[in-house]
């Protein structure tokens, strides 16, 4: 929702959240909103090889807590974009947690270096949460570009949602005609197993897609 200054007692609120407040503060609204989107086309950096180690988290406490005005700035949004992986985003998944958490006893300035794999795993838990209600032991789980290779993985990784979609009438139609006895027939979930890996079956089908062009 934002960052709060107590040297100010100033709580700093993102334009979407401009409805909150917190108490014993005074409230004032940015210019930009808290989506991803947002943070990094004005940080100017993307998400994707974001480095994290101690001094830039310091750098960016600093630059929160001498922050003024209503203008969501450069350095604003740096910061916020480093302080909600290592909180929010670590507190969600133990992959990221495991990737930064090394670096704060590193006196030499070694960072975390956020991968592409770390950006999917936050941006599609909805794909993930739709899918592992349908895990039975297979050996692995497979959504874009996240692979969980264990049960430990999994479960560790992520909370199991019970929440269930409909099949893309396209990705539906190309994963029933290549493997007619692993895709629901009814629609109401997500997950196909195939060799032993359960896929997403937006995952799957893009594959089976590209293979049918290439061929």
Known sequence: TGFVNRTNNVFY??????????????????????????????????????????????????????????????????????????????????QIQRGFRTTLDDLSGRSYVMTAEDVDLTLNWGRLSSVLPDYHGQDSVRVGRIS????????????????????????????????????????????ITHNKILWDSSTLGAILMRRTISS
Do not use: K, W
């Open 13 to 94: 609120r993102f334009a979407d959240f401009s409805h909150v407040t917190f108490p014993g503060t005074t409230a004032v609204t940015l210019s930009g909103d808290s989506s991803y989107t947002t943070l990094q086309r004005v940080a100017g950096i993307s998400r994707t090889g974001m480095q994290i180690n101690r001094h830039s988290l310091t750098t960016s406490y600093l630059d929160l807590m001498s922050h003024s005005g209503t203008s969501l700035t450069q350095s604003v949004a740096r910061a916020m974009l480093r302080f909600v992986t290592v909180t929010a985003e670590a507190l969600r998944f133990r």
């Open 148 to 191: 969980f290779g264990s049960i430990n993985a999994i479960l560790g990784s992520v909370a199991l949602i019970l929440n269930c979609h409909h099949h893309a009438s396209r990705v539906a139609r190309v994963a029933s005609d290549e493997f007619p006895s692993m895709c629901p027939a009814d629609g109401r979930v997500r997950g």
